[in-house]
């Protein structure tokens, strides 16, 4: 017959302990790794916040900019719009400027060929006229020449681009563009 034990379980009180006592110290290890976890994390979890924080604004600051740059970009527009705008009217003024420019540059060479020419008739006259005041004959209004007993003078004198004459009788003349003796006071002359 077999007796009723009450039946134990096997457990040493020792290894009981050891047990209890390496559990105590892995939990309390797992519970101070958790709290130096925590304690990292939490310079960690500001770190990040400040991060985000710093983010946020400079994305706030970017689209500022972002703005900014819009409204100077448009104000850039308008400017260079009303610049071509005023320019057309510069360069179509420039050019018909240039074209009259032109116009007076032709319309000077022509004058001066023009005076060229008429220096070169004047000179001519005055040496024919010279010729004629020294050979002593005069000419007439329909062209022809007289010669009579005149005897010219060498006496003469020039003013104010006019060169007076003393004629025969005394008289003071000069001679005008048609060749023709213009009689003028003898003060002038003396």
Same mark, same amino acid.
């Given at each position: 017959m077999m007796s009723k034990e009450p039946v134990q379980a096997f457990a040493p009180?020792?290894?009981?302990?050891?047990?209890?006592?390496?559990?105590?110290?892995?939990?309390?290890?797992?519970? !101070?790794?958790?709290?130096?976890?925590?304690?990292?994390?939490?310079?960690? %979890?500001?770190?990040? &916040?400040?991060?985000?924080? $710093?983010?946020?604004a400079a994305a706030v600051d970017l689209e500022n900019c972002q703005y900014e740059l819009g409204v100077?970009?448009?104000?850039?527009?308008?400017? !260079?719009?009303q610049a071509k705008s005023e320019l057309k009217p510069l360069q179509? %003024?420039?050019?018909? &400027?240039?074209?009259?420019? $032109?116009?007076?540059?032709?319309?000077i060479a022509s004058l001066k060929a023009k005076n060229e020419d008429l220096h070169d008739k004047y000179s001519r006259l005055q040496a024919s006229s010279d010729a004629t005041i020294q050979s002593?004959?005069?000419?007439?209004?329909?062209?022809?020449?007289?010669?009579?007993?005149y005897h010219a003078t060498s006496s003469y004198r020039t003013s104010q681009a006019r060169t007076?004459?003393?004629?025969?009788r005394g008289g003071c003349y000069y001679l005008t563009g048609s060749g023709r003796k213009?009689?003028?006071?003898?003060s002038l002359c003396n």
């Open positions: 009180p020792v290894l009981y302990r050891e047990f209890l006592t390496l559990f105590n110290n892995l939990l309390f290890n797992r519970m !101070r790794l958790l709290l130096l976890l925590a304690i990292c994390l939490i310079p960690i %979890r500001l770190f990040a &916040q400040n991060q985000v924080k $710093e983010v946020s100077v970009s448009k104000q850039l527009r308008d400017v !260079r719009n179509d %003024r420039i050019s018909s &400027q240039e074209k009259e420019l $032109e116009a007076y540059r032709k319309e002593g004959r005069v000419g007439t209004v329909d062209g022809s020449s007289r010669s009579g007993s007076y004459y003393t004629g025969p213009q009689y003028v006071d003898r």
